[in-house]
C-alpha cells in the first residue's frame, strides 16, 4: 500500500514576488500524474521543518502549477528562503474543490479578502478558459492596502471578461488607489446579480465571510449556493490526526470547502 505521508518532490522554476510577504511560486512535479481541482490544497514543506496546508494558486498544465504563500511561521518564512533550482516537497492534492460542474450555466459571485485570493484564482482561470460555459462572473477582492493586493495586473486583464472591484481598507497618502476604498460588504450593492441563478464563493478572513454571507442571505441567497474555503491548523491532511476536526467533520477531508451552512455550525466558528 503506498504510504499517504510520503511526500513528492516539486522544484521551484520561478518566484514572483507579489508584496513584501507573499510570494508566487511556479512549480514543477517531476514524477506522477497530478490533477487538483480548484479549490483544493497540498501539505507543502522541508524535511526537518515542517509543512503547511497550501492551496492551489493556479490551474494545473502538465504538472506545473503555483502556489502563493505568506511568510507568517516557521514553514512559509523556510519556504520564503529557497530560491529557483531549489526543491520543495509536498503531498495532495487534498480536500473538497469549489462547486464548478454545478456552476456551469450559471452566474458566480467570487468575494476574497487578502491571500484569500489565492484560491480563487484557479476558479477565475478555469472559467476564462470555458468562457461561454457560465454567466457572469463578478469578483469582489479586498485588501489592507494597495500594496497587499495580489495579482494586480491579471485582476485587469480579469476586468475584460468579468466585473471586478477592489477595494482597500486604508490608502497611506504617498499611494495612489483610483478604486473603492472601505469593506468588502460595501460593494455587494454595487454587483448585480440574480440571486436564484448565482452561486457565492467566499474566501479570506472568518470574519469576513460571516458578515459577507450574512449580506448575501439578506439579499435572498439561497443556503445552498454560498460556499466558503475555511482555514483550520492541520498537521495530516488526510483525516487521521483530527487536528482540524468539528464533530464529525474534518477540515482537511470535508472541507476546505463547504456550504457556509454547514460551517457556521462549528463552536469555534467565526462565522
Ligand atoms: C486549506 C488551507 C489552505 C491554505 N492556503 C494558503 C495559501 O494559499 N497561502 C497562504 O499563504 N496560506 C494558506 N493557508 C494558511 C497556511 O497554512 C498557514 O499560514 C501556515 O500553516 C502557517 O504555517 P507556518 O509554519 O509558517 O506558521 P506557524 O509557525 O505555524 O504559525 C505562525 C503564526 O500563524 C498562526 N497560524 C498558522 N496557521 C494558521 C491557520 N491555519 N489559521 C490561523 N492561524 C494560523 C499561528 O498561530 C502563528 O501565530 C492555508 C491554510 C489552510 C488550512
Not at 25 to 52: C, H, I, T, W
Not at 67 to 83: P, W
Request: charged share 25%; with cysteine; net charge neutral.
Amino acid at each position: 500500500m503506498k504510504n499517504p505521508f510520503l511526500p513528492l518532490k516539486a522544484v521551484i522554476t520561478d518566484i514572483k514576488v507579489e508584496t513584501t510577504d507573499v510570494r508566487t511560486y511556479s512549480l514543477l512535479l517531476r514524477d506522477g500524474e497530478y490533477k487538483p481541482e480548484p479549490g483544493q490544497f497540498n501539505m507543502v514543506g522541508y524535511p526537518g521543518v515542517g509543512e503547511a496546508p497550501v492551496s492551489l494558486s493556479s490551474i494545473v498544465y502538465e504538472n506545473r502549477f503555483q502556489h502563493t504563500i505568506k511568510a507568517v511561521g516557521r514553514v512559509t518564512k523556510f519556504i520564503e528562503r529557497l530560491t529557483e533550482g531549489d526543491e520543495i516537497f509536498l503531498r495532495g492534492p487534498y480536500g473538497s474543490s469549489w462547486p464548478l460542474k454545478s456552476a456551469v450555466g450559471q452566474d458566480i459571485l467570487l468575494v476574497a479578502g487578502g491571500v484569500g485570493i489565492a484560491p480563487m484564482r484557479p476558479v477565475i482561470q478555469e472559467i476564462l478558459s470555458k468562457r461561454d460555459s457560465f454567466g457572469n462572473i463578478t469578483l469582489i477582492y479586498g485588501a489592507r492596502r494597495p500594496d497587499n493586493i495580489l495579482f494586480k495586473d491579471e485582476c485587469e486583464v480579469w476586468q475584460k471578461d468579468s466585473t471586478v472591484f477592489l477595494t482597500v481598507d486604508e490608502v497611506p497618502s504617498h499611494m495612489i488607489w483610483s478604486y473603492h476604498i472601505g469593506l468588502v460588504t460595501e460593494l455587494l450593492d454595487k454587483a448585480a446579480f440574480h440571486v436564484e441563478k448565482t452561486f457565492a464563493f467566499l474566501c479570506g478572513p472568518e470574519i469576513m465571510m460571516r458578515f459577507v454571507s450574512r449580506g448575501l442571505f439578506l439579499r435572498g441567497f439561497l443556503p445552498s449556493r454560498v460556499y466558503v474555503s475555511f482555514e483550520r491548523r492541520m498537521k495530516c491532511g488526510i483525516g487521521q490526526c483530527g487536528h482540524c476536526q468539528h464533530g464529525s467533520q474534518f477540515v482537511c477531508k470535508d472541507g476546505p470547502v463547504f456550504l457556509y451552512k454547514d460551517v457556521s455550525r462549528f463552536p469555534d466558528s467565526l462565522l
